[in-house]
């Protein structure tokens, strides 16, 4: 019987339970359709983890989430404590806190499951700002994935809303502390801090509704948004195909890496046993927020040395380092600039130049090219130091937030370090700027040494004159094509002035373009032209140092245009 006959009825045999199962669900959801994601091929690189940490923690704070609402008790009515924690029995305190409480030493596993879901929450806003960072440091930001960006961007600021809200539901005296400072903020905007403060609170600080509006906002709102951003953004990922670092056989219009199925699913599912097994391990061995120790918020009451979460070190660090700046307008109304510029207006700038900077960029470059092979950051020096200049302001207000604890363990004077957090903000940014980008330029010329002159092997040679040198080998030919690769950008040409006597009508926003564009891409080290590398090649002892025309082989490769595993 040839391969186009169709076999006798008879001679059929029956479908597997399997394939029946398949076949029903096929019918009815159409996973057939899906069957373009099996090939699907995704690249490999280490920072690329990032992100799959991120999603897995969310993967585990739904997981524990879910089991801690069972338990938890989301009101602020005062009820007297008469649990098994010594220390605190008779006192009076909210249902919140003692429900913790009952949580933490009654429920069984519940301290270990509370433990877990904090601990994801601090690693997966941990993984997204270390996979926002890789993402800005490699340029794959720009077209097509300005709206990934964004949305990547959103999730972000949800996810360190989502934790502070969690945070401040035990109702506990460090986490109470928090709110009185958000409150504080709050109030500090003008014109409607008030209306939100009452919408937040529904009274005066703390009031009695803020726990159960903290509650649903913690459990169902953002849990779903962030959800159902995690869901475009993967679509997006796949839509725009997974982006790729330079290197032999990779262009812009092919991916080279493993298939989705069977090869990155069982790598992804082990991976993510991993990431389950390191964040049980901490919360197993590691203590976190003994809410215990602290007790119930009191308004007239503040534990010392009380830090928040690292995430919003940042906030707190300004606000000390803020100096108590206000002013009376007209009519009496006061604004207080202690609270309004580091806690209001320093977030937001910060915020509007990560989320803008794609389209920043965009503008100044006049780039509109589609971009799915990313930079390495020192192909890139002004943007990798302006990143880097941003993670050490951060890092100078995160350890200004921790002043008191560190006046105390190192025996400093509180003052000092204030005064030195307050020149940091403005000296330790500008001098990181500086040192990244020239760290950039030099390792620019030294891929460039190497191209034309080859590594070095540490094997010495004698001249017959007597003089020593080292000899050098022609680069592996993946690393040497990775390095011509690379994009040489160049700053904008500058603007005419008038056309045929007539002023340029655009003539000061060219002028802003030009002067951005040689701030962003001046004085870069230029690769070697083909000719010259043509030159270094004769100076190489290599067998195969020259193409069969004479022509340098990554110089003339040609790349396949298709998606290749």
């Not at 996973?31 to 585990?60: C, D, N, T």
């Not at 524990?64 to 602020?76: A, C, I, Q, Y």
């Not at 390495?376 to 943007?383: A, E, K, L």
């Not at 891409?521 to 070697?528: D, L, M, S, T, V």
């Amino acid at each position: 019987m040839t391969a186009t006959e169709t076999a006798p009825q008879a001679s059929r045999t029956e479908p597997g339970n399997g394939e029946r199962i398949a076949d029903w669900a096929d019918s009815r959801l159409g996973l057939y359709q899906f069957r373009f994601m099996v090939r699907k091929v995704f690249p490999e690189h280490w920072s690329f983890m990032f992100g799959e940490i991120a999603l897995y923690s969310f993967v585990m704070l739904l997981l524990t989430g879910v089991w801690l609402t069972l338990f938890f008790e989301p009101s602020m009515a005062e009820t007297v404590y008469e649990g098994p924690y010594t220390p605190l029995q008779g006192v009076t305190m909210s249902e919140a806190y003692a429900s913790t409480l009952e949580i933490s030493f009654e429920v069984r596993g519940g301290l270990l499951i509370r433990q877990i879901h904090h601990w994801s929450a601090l690693i997966m806003i941990g993984a997204l700002c270390l996979h926002t960072l890789r993402h800005f440091l490699t340029g794959s930001f720009r077209k097509p994935r300005e709206a990934n960006w964004l949305i990547g961007f959103t999730m972000l600021i949800l996810v360190i809303l989502e934790g502070f809200f969690g945070y401040s539901l035990p109702d506990d005296l460090l986490s109470g502390t928090g709110m009185r400072i958000a409150s504080g903020i709050t109030l500090a905007v003008p014109v409607v801090g008030t209306y939100v403060h009452m919408l937040a609170f529904g009274d005066e600080f703390p009031g009695t509704d803020l726990v159960p509006r903290l509650y649903s906002l913690h459990i169902l709102l953002i849990p779903a948004i962030v959800f159902i951003l995690v869901n475009v953004h993967l679509a997006l990922v796949i839509y725009h195909k997974h982006t790729q670092f330079r290197g032999r056989g990779r262009t812009e219009k092919n991916v080279i890496g493993e298939p989705f199925v069977p090869n990155y699913t069982a790598k992804a599912g082990g991976f993510f046993f991993l990431v389950t097994g390191v964040i049980v391990l901490m919360a197993g061995i590691a203590q976190i927020n003994p809410v215990w120790a602290y007790g119930p918020y009191k308004a007239d009451q503040i534990s010392q040395g009380s830090q928040p979460d690292w995430y919003m070190g940042f906030l707190e660090g300004a606000l000390r380092a803020m100096p108590a700046w206000e002013f009376v307008l007209p009519g009496g109304y006061t604004v207080n600039m202690g609270i309004l510029i580091p806690a209001v207006i320093l977030p937001t700038v910060m915020a509007l130049v990560i989320a803008l900077w794609p389209f920043l960029e965009a503008w100044v470059t006049g780039d509109k090219r589609e971009h799915h092979l990313l930079d390495r950051p020192r192909d890139h020096p002004t943007r990798t130091a302006f990143g880097c200049a941003f993670v050490a302001l951060y890092l100078v207000l995160f350890f200004g937030g921790a002043n008191d604890v560190l006046a105390e363990r190192f025996s400093l004077s509180l003052n000092s370090i204030t005064y030195a957090v307050r020149v940091g903000i403005f000296v330790v940014p500008v001098l990181t700027y500086v040192i990244t980008r020239r760290l950039c330029l030099g390792l620019q010329r030294r891929d460039r040494d190497k191209l034309l002159h080859g590594r070095e092997t540490g094997r010495i040679r004698r001249l017959p004159h007597g003089e020593f040198i080292e000899v050098h080998e022609r680069l592996e030919r993946g690393s040497e094509y990775a390095l011509l690769a690379r994009e040489d950008y160049k700053p904008l040409p500058a603007p005419a002035p008038e056309h045929n006597g007539v002023p340029n009508p655009k003539g000061r926003k060219e002028v802003l373009r030009y002067k951005l564009s040689r701030w962003l891409y001046g004085n870069q080290i230029a690769k070697p032209t083909e000719q010259e590398m043509r030159q270094a090649l004769e100076h190489f002892d290599h067998p195969n140092g020259h193409g069969p025309d004479g022509a340098h082989p990554a110089l003339t490769e040609r790349e396949p245009d298709h998606e290749a595993h």
